[in-house]
């Protein structure tokens, strides 16, 4: 039994406790209903309930919710539909949701796996600087997957500093879809 202060009465008898709290003009609450012996609480019932909703809603907002997006290969995915996914992949993955790529065989297509297996370990490769593999490849049924999470970076102020301290300098910006050439 704990009274509306915090200070500890003992061990009562149900009664008593809740002649106690009827006599403060409060409730009798179970606070741990798994302890042994259980144990209550002399407070304002309707107060306790708008903490414990309040504390529900902070929890709710410091919740992320991360999704997890697909990308569907085949064995024989062309070069350019493969750049296009793949910069779909990297788009999601810096947002902060999952990738799950998929190969789907057809056919006498699944006894090539190794081509899925190398198209996947491409995948993992030109991903590596903004994902992590959180499970390898693997076959369910005609389908090979591979899911990859976003990696957890650093600030921004460390990695500016990093760069600042280590005498790196950055070259001009590159325009997008140059392949990296500089244009002038």
Not at 8 to 26: D, P, S, Y
Not at 156 to 180: D, L
Request: hydrophobic letters at 35%; charged letters at 35%; a positive charge.
């Amino acid at each position: 039994m704990i009274a509306e202060d915090g200070e500890q009465l003992g061990i009562m008898n149900t009664r008593e406790a809740v002649q106690l709290a009827r006599g403060k003009g409060l409730d009798l609450v179970e606070v741990a209903a798994t302890a042994d012996p259980p144990v209550c609480r002399i407070i304002d019932y309707g107060k306790f309930t708008y903490e414990q909703k309040k504390k529900a809603s902070e929890a709710k907002k410091k919740q992320v919710i991360i999704t997890v997006k697909e990308v569907k290969f085949r064995p024989g995915t062309d070069e350019h539909d493969y750049n296009f996914k793949m910069k779909h992949a990297r788009q999601w993955l810096e947002e902060g949701d999952k990738v799950k790529a998929t190969i789907f065989f057809r056919g006498r297509e699944i006894t090539h796996r190794e081509l899925g297996a190398e198209l996947l370990g491409r995948l993992e490769r030109d991903l590596a600087d903004v994902a992590e593999v959180e499970q390898r490849p693997r076959m369910e049924g005609n389908q090979m997957f591979l899911i990859f999470t976003p990696k957890r970076h650093k600030s921004a102020k460390h990695e500016g500093a990093k760069a600042e301290g280590s005498g790196v300098k950055q070259g001009p910006p590159v325009a997008p879809g140059t392949g990296g050439m500089v244009q002038s």
